[in-house]
């Protein structure tokens, strides 16, 4: 089992930046993948973005170009650089280990939340 905590959600105006971070601790081994999803307000989570197999980013159409992931595996840290804000990207962040099928498990951390401004 890994425990996660989000942190650096804030209110910020359009077109500027954030900078999320999450650690792990527990049960974290060398092969853990972890990952970014949102949950909009009613709605359930989505997914964001995630480290791919030759060390970029995979992330979603909606965030492409703008978010970026910087995984620190000495730390057990994956950041998540979120650019050019957007009042569509309003929502509670969470970061989760990653399963083999790219699935997040059912344990989530608290979250943070990101309210972007227009």
């Known amino acids: 089992q890994v425990q996660l905590v989000e942190s650096g959600g804030g209110l910020v105006r359009a077109g500027q930046s954030l900078r999320l971070s999450c650690v792990a601790s527990?049960?974290?081994?060398?092969?853990?993948?972890l990952g970014w999803f949102r949950q909009f307000p009613g709605k359930q989570r989505e997914f964001v973005a995630r480290?791919?197999?030759?060390?970029?980013?995979m992330t979603a159409d909606p965030v492409k170009g703008r978010f970026t992931i910087s995984r620190d595996n000495a730390r057990n840290t994956d950041d998540l650089q979120m650019n050019d804000l957007k009042p569509e990207d309003s929502a509670v962040y969470y970061c989760n280990e990653l399963q083999v099928d790219s699935s997040p498990t059912n344990y989530w951390g608290q979250g943070t939340q990101v309210t972007v401004s227009s």
């Open positions: 480290q791919d197999s030759g060390g970029g980013t």
């Open positions: 527990g049960n974290v081994l060398k092969s853990t993948v």
